[in-house]
């Protein structure tokens, strides 16, 4: 992703006549081979990944088209565009998992709809329902969420050193976004991380209603109610382990966890953070990789579902 980003930014610029048309080619050559993902641990200790980056890619370039390389950028502009660029596939998974559990959901209320079954309150039992009623609570959010995924905004970053863009034009910087799939942004926003927030915000969401569902299946099947696939016991023979809803709940509790690190973290000072940005580079991946796995075990138990008895 990384690479992707230096590449639109020496074509952008050479269509606007900031850097020779022949330096832009030539950059574009060097980001085509791959790089050693050794620099991820190089960047760790040099502070941040794009200087052995760049290191490497300047050793691809002769002595003409390496000074026009990351023209007016800086560090920030190249990981937080990649990390919207690798955001963006995320959150099509967490779409496409979410999607799954939905209609996972919806076949069993077509199947169960008029199953009656007892209405808990307090977990003590209030009144009879049905299983349609209660698939339909579970299903308006997750619809919500779905529809709050699929319009998500993933904004390029583009800023230069103390985010003023100086030296990037408007023209530039729309025409990055255009080749990352990006959405346009008015200005830098290194130390706004709304941006962040909001996508790890749609995670965490998505994770808890897994995790709610996942839940109250485990409960209505430790009452007999339901079924679902069941996992083995190393210490008692036939126990019926609800090890989908268990993998969701582990997940989403871990995903609550990890979200925390961002959206508790300190404010970020001044033009560029100290600190908190780097924390991002832990916790942001995490938050996507736990909430896709409690989504996906989630749908997994939705899937095996049998509701076994009413009221």
């Known amino acids: 992703a990384m690479l992707a980003v230096e590449s639109a930014v020496?074509?952008?610029?050479?269509?606007?006549?900031?850097?020779?048309?022949?330096?832009?080619?030539?950059?574009?050559?060097?980001?085509?081979?791959?790089?050693?993902?050794?620099?991820?641990?190089?960047?760790?200790?040099?502070?941040?990944?794009?200087?052995?980056?760049?290191?490497?890619?300047?050793?691809?370039?002769?002595?003409?088209?390496?000074?026009?390389?990351?023209?007016?950028?800086?560090?920030?502009?190249?990981?937080?565009?990649?990390?919207?660029?690798?955001?963006?596939?995320?959150?099509?998974?967490?779409?496409?998992?979410?999607?799954?559990?939905?209609?996972?959901?919806?076949?069993?209320?077509?199947?169960?709809?008029?199953?009656?079954?007892?209405?808990?309150?307090?977990?003590?039992?209030?009144?009879?329902?049905?299983?349609?009623?209660?698939?339909?609570?579970?299903?308006?959010?997750?619809?919500?969420?779905?529809?709050?995924?699929?319009d998500a905004g993933f904004p390029v970053q583009l800023g230069g050193l103390v985010g003023d863009r100086d030296g990037l034009s408007d023209a530039v910087c729309d025409a990055v976004a255009q080749r990352l799939g990006l959405d346009g942004a008015p200005g830098a926003w290194h130390t706004d991380r709304a941006p962040v927030i909001s996508l790890l915000r749609l995670a965490v969401d998505l994770a808890r209603w897994a995790e709610k569902v996942a839940g109250d299946l485990a409960l209505l099947a430790s009452l007999d109610e339901v079924r679902m696939r069941a996992g083995g016991s190393t210490a008692a023979a036939g126990k019926q382990n609800p090890i989908d809803a268990m993998r969701a709940m582990a997940a989403a509790e871990a995903c609550v966890g990890v979200t925390a690190i961002v959206t508790s973290g300190k404010p970020h000072e001044l033009e560029r953070g100290l600190g908190s940005w780097h924390a991002e580079w832990f916790a942001v991946p995490l938050v996507f990789m736990t909430a896709a796995a409690a989504l996906e075990a989630t749908g997994d138990a939705l899937s095996s579902l049998t509701v076994t008895k009413g009221a």
């Open 10 to 150: 020496a074509v952008s610029q050479a269509e606007a006549g900031d850097i020779p048309q022949a330096a832009a080619e030539a950059i574009v050559e060097a980001c085509l081979a791959p790089v050693s993902a050794d620099i991820l641990a190089e960047g760790w200790t040099a502070g941040t990944p794009v200087l052995p980056l760049l290191d490497a890619l300047r050793s691809r370039l002769d002595e003409s088209a390496a000074p026009h390389l990351h023209h007016c950028l800086t560090t920030q502009d190249i990981i937080d565009s990649s990390a919207m660029i690798l955001a963006r596939a995320a959150v099509t998974e967490l779409s496409t998992l979410a999607t799954r559990a939905r209609d996972a959901l919806r076949t069993a209320a077509e199947r169960y709809g008029e199953r009656p079954t007892q209405a808990r309150s307090f977990l003590q039992p209030a009144r009879e329902t049905t299983f349609g009623f209660r698939a339909g609570r579970w299903l308006t959010p997750l619809e919500a969420l779905i529809d709050h995924a699929n």
